[in-house]
């Protein structure tokens, strides 16, 4: 069977952990969108891993994982990585699809120069390459690993490309221009590097498949960083919604059988872009974050603070319903235990009238949140491993969210842990 384990939000859910946790009983975890532009922190028995590139199931000893061909691939991010996990003692089985696509230097550099033209209009980009590699992919001028391994079709390429980008760099953004010959000989050190790993996933794949392997797919960020149907232009540049793990991995839609859309107790995001429930009060947003996740509400990728707010049940209804969700996955429930009050965002006020759809970007700037405020537990809950031991103020917490959001939140995590967690039926 296959599982795909999404977002419901900004990023930042907690996915990591979920995706940690099932992958011990899976066979083949497969990442199949985004780059190294942002992270998932796992806490298991071999220690702790702010994970950029790497699927999140390299900590089980028998899965298999894969880099699909809807990544973004950082190879010197990927070896850096691959470093960091072998000194834990760890020996994971990797795979990168020979379709997958290279994120060059030239990439980063393009990302850093865009986000310095536009000054204050800037996306808030981790300026890690990800908006010039896709619109290279998309302008059929990317680099494939396989064309690493034909030194005719990459010379020719690189030559294309070194005309194309010299133009932009000298007459757009007055930077030096990038040589070909310097570009070939980084990629013929990536031949070397990523060469062990590269395989033809969509054969290994299908083979899985026919023989009932169980297979998860791993996202990046969530639904409102989809440019799609995320808060655009504010958004990544490879979809984050489930249905993409088909064409990021190379799997049948028939396939996928569980939909795990992961939400936390409470809001927070990386980076610009219109975030309805955020706390604007410094003190009590500074509160919220020193309390969250395992090390504060810092990014994995960038360690920038991240905004913080209150659950956003508009928002997290319109992402699970995007993500096709089969449950919903709560996390960082304990981070909100010092709270006496905890407040809901259950609608919004467009122009004097309460909605509750999430509307497109220009309505979602003038949209004001609509608080319900409910008890807190104030107390410590972890270590609690069985729902009905929660605080009673916990469990009306959660199930008033799971009546907001129409869908049954399936786990609940108290901890950052990977066996922190609470089946709650």
């Known amino acids: 069977m296959v599982r795909a384990i999404v977002g419901a939000n900004w990023g930042d859910e907690g996915k990591g952990k979920i995706t940690d946790m099932f992958a011990q009983e899976a066979d083949i975890v497969i990442r199949f969108q985004g780059g190294a532009n942002a992270g998932h922190t796992i806490i298991n028995e071999h220690g702790r891993f702010a994970l950029h590139l790497m699927p999140s199931g390299v900590c089980s000893e028998n899965t298999v994982c894969i880099i699909g061909n809807g990544v973004a691939l950082d190879i010197d991010k990927f070896i850096s990585e691959l470093s960091d996990i072998k000194k834990a ?4 089985k990797l795979l990168v699809s020979e379709r997958c696509q290279i994120l060059m230097p030239y990439h980063i550099l393009l990302d850093t120069y865009e986000e310095e033209r536009l000054g204050k209009a800037a996306f808030g980009s981790t300026k890690s390459g990800i908006a010039p590699f896709f619109s290279d992919k998309f302008s059929k001028i990317g680099i ?7 030194e005719d079709v990459l010379r020719a390429k690189l030559k294309n490309i ?18 070909e010959e310097e570009l070939f000989e980084t990629c013929m050190r990536y031949k070397e590097q990523i060469a062990p790993f590269v395989c033809d996933t969509h054969t290994y794949i299908q083979n899985a498949l026919r023989q009932g392997k169980r297979i998860l797919l791993e996202g990046q960020l969530g639904t409102l960083k989809d440019p799609d149907f995320g808060i655009y232009p504010m958004v990544t540049s490879s979809s984050t919604l489930a249905g993409y793990g088909c064409v990021g991995a190379g799997i049948s839609p028939k396939e996928i ?5 992961v939400t936390k107790a409470y809001s927070s995001a990386v980076g610009a872009g219109e975030f309805v429930s955020e706390i ?11 309390h969250g996740g395992d090390k504060g509400e810092f990014g994995a990728t960038t360690g920038r603070p991240r905004r913080v707010g209150w659950f956003d049940c508009v928002a997290t209804r319109y992402g699970v319903e995007c993500q096709g969700a089969t449950r919903v996955v709560m996390t960082a429930l304990d981070c909100l235990s010092y709270l006496e009050e905890i407040k809901v965002c259950v ?15 220009p309505s979602l700037k003038r949209c004001r949140p609509v608080y319900k405020t409910l008890k807190g537990w104030h107390c410590d809950i972890r270590g609690i491993r069985k729902y009905s031991e929660l605080p009673q103020e916990t469990r009306d917490y959660v199930e008033f969210i799971e009546k907001e959001i129409g869908h049954p939140i399936a786990m609940v995590s108290n901890g950052p842990e990977r066996e922190a967690i609470i089946y709650k039926d």
């Open 89 to 92: 003692g760890l020996e994971p």
């Open 144 to 150: 494939q690993v396989n064309e690493l391994f034909d």
């Open 162 to 179: 070194c005309t194309l980008k010299n133009l932009t760099l000298k007459y757009v953004y007055n930077k030096p221009l990038l040589n």
């Open 257 to 261: 059988e569980d939909i795990v859309v």
């Open 280 to 290: 604007l009060d410094d003190k009590e947003a500074q509160e919220l974050r020193i």
């Open 347 to 361: 609608g919004y006020e467009l122009d004097g009238e309460i909605i509750r759809y999430f509307p497109t970007t």
